[in-house]
């Protein structure tokens, strides 16, 4: 299917509540731009570097969403335009990006980052730590940067009662949290092989790459 059909089908399939979040991570910018023409206009990418060429290229309107991990020392090249990053895992993190987001005159909203695999290979902290982290003065002091929710990445599996059971613990953490933090509306989960189960499990962004660009290659 074409690129343009693929964003059709999401955007009748998903829940209104539901935001498409298309991740073109290696994908030339003709791919990005027939997205674009099809009315999609939430892009993912993992790297820096790659999201920076690319919004230097591409229409303004454009809301470029960082959801790889994150090296402190490179959020200066997107905090000037940067509208949400998906994967913040430590206060150290989080001060970077307020003081970059400052000296940018913004407010940069971001998603901490759960580990709700079993995988080593995935990032993110625990519950514990996130809650650590939404409670500290530090984070409190911070003007420029806004948690807006909470992200997380399912086993890689066919298992699909792992996946729920992974995506539904997220999703009481995420309502626990919600309690004593109304500022957290986002629950960023589901990527191409599951979301079906995480809007289920009641995502409210899903972030879906190979099944609307194609396989990536990554020569
Ligand atoms: C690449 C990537 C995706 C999209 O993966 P697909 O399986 O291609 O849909 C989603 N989230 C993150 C964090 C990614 O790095």
């Not at 490179?74 to 400052?102: C, G, Q, T, W």
């Amino acid at each position: 299917m074409e690129i343009s059909e693929n964003i059709k089908k999401y955007k009748s399939e998903l829940p209104p509540n539901v935001k498409l979040c298309a991740i073109s991570k290696t994908k030339p910018n003709e791919d990005i731009l027939e997205a674009y023409r099809a009315g999609q206009r939430i892009f993912g990418e993992n790297k820096i570097q790659e999201m920076t060429d690319k919004q230097e290229e591409l229409p303004d309107d454009i809301e470029w969403h960082m959801v790889g991990h994150v090296q402190r020392n490179k959020v200066k090249y997107m905090a000037p335009f940067v509208s949400l990053i998906h994967a913040v895992d430590s206060l150290k993190l989080l001060k970077e990006i307020n003081k970059r987001a400052k000296q940018n005159e913004r407010t940069i909203n971001c998603l901490l980052q759960i580990k709700i695999a079993e995988e080593d290979s995935k990032f993110g902290i625990s519950a514990e730590d996130a809650k650590e982290i939404l409670d500290s003065e530090a984070y409190s002091k911070m003007n420029n940067v806004k948690i807006i929710g909470l992200m997380g990445m399912a086993t890689f599996t066919d298992d699909e009662d792992m996946v729920n059971s992974e995506f539904s613990n997220l999703k009481n953490i995420f309502d626990d949290f919600k309690k004593d933090y109304p500022d957290l509306t986002e629950l960023s989960m589901g990527m191409s092989g599951d979301y079906k189960i995480a809007v289920k499990c009641g995502s409210t962004m899903v972030r879906i790459g190979s099944s609307i660009f194609g396989a990536r290659n990554y020569n």
